[in-house]
């Protein structure tokens, strides 16, 4: 006589509801959005892979004005990369950008 076995699996509600919640965050992270400087590159970016604490005195220190986005527009992106390759853990402006906002996504979707 064989003797049925039950199982009890549990978890797979919790599981599934933080998968809803981080496909919700992915969606409404998705696309372009519009980040402050000062969000994207928080202190804890800055004092991590920079010289710098704080992005606005960062660029200020290296000479660079970013008051207004028509001045950072203006400001030459190689005497730039120089810079930030001088005084950070990143290789050009570019870098510094792209590791930020992945850094930033990756909070946004709560990892």
């Keep these: 006589m064989s003797k ?3 199982f009890k699996l549990s978890g797979f ?20 959005h519009s980040v402050p400087f000062e969000e994207l590159f928080s202190s804890s970016f800055m ?10 005195s960062f660029f200020i ?8 986005n028509e001045s950072f527009e203006a400001i030459d992106e190689n005497q730039l990369d120089v810079y930030i390759s001088d005084n950070s853990s990143f290789q ?20």
């Design 47 to 56: 004092n991590k892979y920079t010289n710098g604490d704080e992005i606005y």
């Design 92 to 111: 050009s402006w570019q870098d510094m950008k792209n590791s930020a906002a992945e850094q930033y996504t990756l909070k946004i979707l709560g990892f």
């Design 13 to 32: 509600e919790d599981m599934s509801k933080k998968l809803n919640d981080l496909s919700k965050k992915a969606n409404n992270a998705n696309g372009e």
């Design 4 to 6: 049925k076995s039950n």
């Design 61 to 68: 220190a290296g000479g660079f004005d970013a008051s207004n």
